[in-house]
């Protein structure tokens, strides 16, 4: 069955060092798209890509970076710089813009 | 600027209880899509209903219906005989065109609890 993978579920790291989110798509979509969710403010967009090798920053992409080099995948980069990493990661896909969002199972990020 | 808002934060009713959840956006495009999701309490999102900005009829789903009102920018979502199962976080969401594409902005979600 097509779906999105996301892994590892739950992630701990120290804080100060850069980790990377894991993000697989076997849909054949084109589109790609992070969302953080913290309690009471539902999902904000880190960064999204259309196409392979061409990404955009969201709402609040500081602190994060991403690559798209291929179609199926498109890993997210917590780095040292981001404030308050911790929270829940939701990445999806679609087809093109009117069609709906498929999500991952999302991967829980806590830092200490 | 907010895009999305969806202010009731909590809503509590008893099953059988028929519920509305208010959604109301903001845009300057003359296209633009808007959908429902629910997050039940597993934490996956699920896809329930798409409206493109040139369609305005309202759409009934079993116990789900949607009213989508563009004079008032509002696309609110009415759970009919509610149930156990309902109790969920829903989010509305904008689609629309930024930098590169379209992006889809979301509410802060509404979360439901129905009581038996």
């Known amino acids: 069955d097509g779906g999105i993978t996301q892994s590892p579920k739950y992630l701990f790291r120290k804080e100060g060092q850069n980790v990377t989110l894991s993000c697989e798509q076997n849909?054949?979509?084109?589109?790609m798209y992070w969302y953080r969710q913290d309690p009471g403010q539902g999902l904000r967009l880190i960064y999204y890509?259309?196409?392979?090798?061409?990404?955009q920053k969201g709402d609040i992409a500081e602190g994060y970076s991403v690559s798209r080099e291929k179609k199926e995948s498109f890993p997210l980069t917590v780095t040292s710089a981001q404030k308050n990493p911790t929270a829940f990661y939701l990445c999806?896909?679609?087809?093109?813009?009117?069609?709906?969002?498929?999500f991952g199972n999302g991967t829980r990020l806590t830092v200490t | 600027a907010q895009k999305v808002t969806q202010a009731q934060t909590e809503i509590s009713v008893v099953e059988k209880e028929d519920v509305t959840l208010d959604c109301v956006y903001e845009?300057?495009?003359?296209?633009?899509?808007l959908f429902w999701y629910k997050q039940p309490p597993s934490g996956e999102l699920v896809f329930l209903i798409r409206r493109n900005s040139f369609d305005e009829q309202n759409e009934i789903s079993g116990r789900y219906s949607w009213n989508f009102q563009k004079s008032t920018s509002s696309f609110n979502f009415t759970i009919t005989a509610s149930q156990v199962v309902d109790s969920a976080v829903y989010f509305c969401a904008l689609s629309e065109w930024g930098t590169g594409g379209f992006k889809t902005i979301f509410g802060a979600g509404t979360r439901l609890f129905v009581k038996a």
């Open positions: 849909l054949n979509h084109d589109a």
């Open positions: 845009t300057r495009d003359t296209t633009y899509y």
């Open positions: 890509s259309q196409i392979v090798n061409d990404f």
């Open positions: 999806a896909s679609n087809r093109d813009s009117n069609s709906p969002l498929h």
